[in-house]
T-cell receptor, first 111, second 113 residues
C-alpha cells in the first residue's frame, strides 16, 4: 500500500533555511501536500504541488518534487520561531482515495 | 479559524464506556473525514463521508462508527473504550469527494482512564 516517510525531527537557528524531506511510494500520486500543525491545534494546509510540476514557490515556502525518486521537500526561507510546528507531508493517489499522511517532522527553531 | 468546529474539546471517560464526538464542516463542504492522532501511531485516517454516504474507510476499529446527517454534520461514536483509544480525534472537511485540500477542526482530546 501507499506509504509516506519523513524524518521525525529538525532543529534550525532562527534566520536559517529549513528543509523538510519526504518520500512516498505511490507512483500514481497526483497531488502532494504539506500541512502544518501548531501546538494544540489541527492541521493547516500550507501548500501543495501537482505531480507534473518540479517546483512551486509561495513567499517563504519552496516545494521541490523529484517524481523519479518520489521525493518531496519543503524549504522554509528565513525560518522564524513562529515556524516551530509539526509539518506533515501527504499524498493523494488515484482519484478519490483518501490522503496518506507521513508521521510528521517536528521543526524546532532556536532563537 | 478553519471554519470546522468540533465538540467537545476535551473528554475524560472510563474504560468500557461509549462516547460521541461531533463535527460541523465548513459551510459548503460536503466531505467529512475523521482522523485519530496518537504519539505512537501518528495521524491515522479513520473514515470519510460525502454528502451523507460513507465514501472511504481506513483503520477504523469495529468498536467505532460514524455517520453524517442531512445537515452535513458528522458524529463519531466510540464504544467499549480501551486505554489505547486515548488520542486526539480530528475532523476535517473538503468541498468535493477527493479531498486533498482539507480543513481541520481543532480536535477532541479523549482520555480513557
Amino acid at each position: 500500500g501507499e506509504d509516506v516517510e519523513q524524518s521525525l525531527f529538525l532543529s534550525v537557528r532562527e534566520g536559517d533555511s529549513s528543509v523538510i524531506n519526504c518520500t512516498y511510494t505511490d507512483s500514481s500520486s497526483t497531488y502532494l501536500y504539506w500541512y502544518k500543525q501548531e501546538p494544540g491545534a489541527g492541521l493547516q494546509l500550507l501548500t501543495y504541488i501537482f505531480s507534473n510540476m518540479d517546483m512551486k514557490q509561495d513567499q517563504r515556502l519552496t516545494v521541490l518534487l523529484n517524481k523519479k525518486d518520489k521525493h518531496l521537500s519543503l524549504r522554509i526561507a528565513d525560518t522564524q520561531t513562529g515556524d516551530s510546528a509539526i509539518y506533515f507531508c501527504a499524498e493523494a493517489g488515484v482519484r478519490n482515495t483518501p490522503l496518506v499522511f507521513g508521521k510528521g517532522t517536528r521543526l524546532s527553531v532556536i532563537a | 479559524d478553519s471554519g470546522v468546529t468540533q465538540t467537545p474539546k476535551h473528554l475524560i471517560t472510563a474504560t468500557g464506556q461509549r462516547v460521541t464526538l461531533r463535527c460541523s464542516p465548513r459551510s459548503g463542504d460536503l466531505s467529512v473525514y475523521w482522523y485519530q492522532q496518537s504519539l505512537d501511531q501518528g495521524l491515522q485516517f479513520l473514515i470519510q463521508y460525502y454528502n451523507g454516504e460513507e465514501r472511504a474507510k481506513g483503520n477504523i476499529l469495529e468498536r467505532f462508527s460514524a455517520q453524517q446527517f442531512p445537515d452535513l454534520h458528522s458524529e463519531l461514536n466510540l464504544s467499549s473504550l480501551e486505554l489505547g483509544d486515548s488520542a486526539l480525534y480530528f475532523c476535517a472537511s473538503s468541498v468535493g469527494v477527493a479531498g486533498g485540500e482539507q480543513y481541520f477542526g481543532p480536535g477532541t482530546r479523549l482520555t480513557v482512564t
